[in-house]
């Protein structure tokens, strides 16, 4: 691995001596340098902590002290590389590949749902939005490295590449840096012909050379093997808020479409309250019915027959994931939201799932001390950037004061009018 790393910093090293003579830029070349700069430096340590990792039988220590297990989303790759930089191309992607890049997706540490190849045409489907796939050969023609990135465009919101939006993963899958860089070099190189503003490539592990966020976290819980023992697990002062739920006589159910209108009832008005454009019941239809509808699921909270409190599961792997959830504010005091998620977790355990995703937070926001509390804890989130014109970072997010306003307007806004217009302006927020 040193041999290789090595070899090609020294490659490196004249093809920018012979871009410089050329007048050709060597942007991503530095870049690549940079990154195999640090890894030689650290080698040494990583390969000391690796050790040390798999004597914790792949174990990690959290905050000094506690200890989690890993899920396959941010594990490294654990091999000898196989490829030297030239011994791969890149190149975009067409209807052809897709059962072999979604047999890499399968079979590659690191790979999360929204890289299956099923998210181009429901993302297009749903959004209107062009997408560029790119993927790296061997010498084989088979694939070893994939970057999936989606095609943003807006007055509003401006002009952008994001691997992937709507999702709190995506980003380059490969057996190694070099191969990743490369991808990412093929995904700039399209940026800049088509004259996009910035490149946002959302990973669940640290990658070097590229501007970065690290403002958010997954929270991830390591389940147990039955729900007794995560009944224990979660702690005096969470059992008695779940309990508390028991005099409203609350009831759950999980299933398909059949439950769309009652999950899409109650998300439409919570996103209304928080202030937030919602999704078009379209999007979640699609979902439903697509290729990939067996590793979705519905679940809906009942008070009296009538929809309180809502979520959507993702299956993939050795994980479950609840990228949405909603409960209405008149069902807070019956605590149905800790009644849905005791439900949510006791179903990932009965159903085999290794970890339960809750999603991503700011640290220390409510958010995360909610999700805290179940005993989830935080894995960091690496969101990186390429900028075409060297501004700052963007914030397309409800953080960003300049849209406090509309916020706040939104929250004063009939829920049947945000289910009109929030669709419009929600497809180009990532």
Avoid at 188 to 213: D, F, N, P, T, Y
């Amino acid at each position: 691995m040193i041999e290789l790393l090595k070899d090609r910093k020294g490659e490196l090293s004249r093809l920018i001596g012979a871009a410089k003579k050329k007048g050709e830029p060597i942007e991503s070349l530095l870049l690549e340098m940079k990154s195999i700069s640090t890894q030689l430096k650290s080698l040494s340590s990583e390969k000391n902590a690796s050790a040390n990792t798999s004597q914790k039988t792949q174990k990690q220590v959290d905050s000094g002290a506690d200890v989690v297990a890993i899920s396959q989303l941010f594990k490294e790759v654990d091999s000898v590389d196989k490829f030297k930089y030239s011994d791969v191309s890149v190149r975009k992607c067409s209807d052809g590949d897709a059962e072999n890049w979604n047999q890499y997706v399968q079979s590659t540490i690191g790979s999360c749902l929204y890289h299956r190849w099923e998210f181009k045409d429901l993302i297009h489907q749903s959004f209107g939005h062009d997408t560029s796939y790119f993927a790296a050969f061997d010498e084989q023609n088979k694939i070893c490295g994939i970057l999936p990135a989606v095609e943003l465009n807006s007055s509003l919101f401006g002009h952008f590449f994001v691997s992937v939006p709507f999702f709190n993963y995506g980003g380059p899958l490969a057996g190694n840096a070099e191969i990743e860089m490369q991808l990412i070099d093929g995904l700039i190189q399209e940026a800049k012909e088509k004259e996009i503003e910035h490149v946002e490539i959302r990973c669940a592990k640290q990658r070097h050379g590229l501007l970065e966020k690290t403002n958010k976290v997954s929270m991830m819980l390591a389940l147990p093997d039955n729900k007794e023992i995560l009944w224990k697990e979660i702690g005096t002062k969470v059992r008695a808020q779940v309990k508390k739920s028991d005099r409203f006589e609350l009831s759950i159910k999980f299933g398909k479409a059949e439950l769309l209108d009652d999950f899409y009832y109650v998300f439409s008005q919570n996103m209304r309250d928080l202030g937030t454009p919602v999704y078009s019941k379209i999007f979640f239809s699609n979902l439903l019915e697509s290729a990939l509808a067996n590793e979705f699921h519905l679940g809906v909270v009942y008070k009296d027959s009538k929809p309180v409190s809502c979520c959507f599961l993702m299956g993939h792997k050795d994980t479950l994931e609840i990228p949405w959830a909603s409960t209405l504010k008149s069902a807070n005091l019956m605590n149905a939201n800790m009644f849905m998620y005791w439900n949510v977790l006791a179903k990932a355990i009965d159903e085999g799932y290794q970890f339960f995703d809750f999603g991503r937070s700011s640290k220390d926001a409510g958010t995360f001390k909610f999700k805290k509390q179940w005993g989830a804890k935080p894995q960091q989130l690496y969101w990186y950037y390429w900028l075409a014109s060297g501004d700052e970072l963007p914030e397309l997010n409800p953080n960003n004061p300049k849209y406090k306003l509309l916020i706040w307007v939104w929250k004063k806004m009939p829920v049947w009018l945000t289910k009109l217009i929030g669709p419009l302006v929600v497809k180009f927020l990532p």
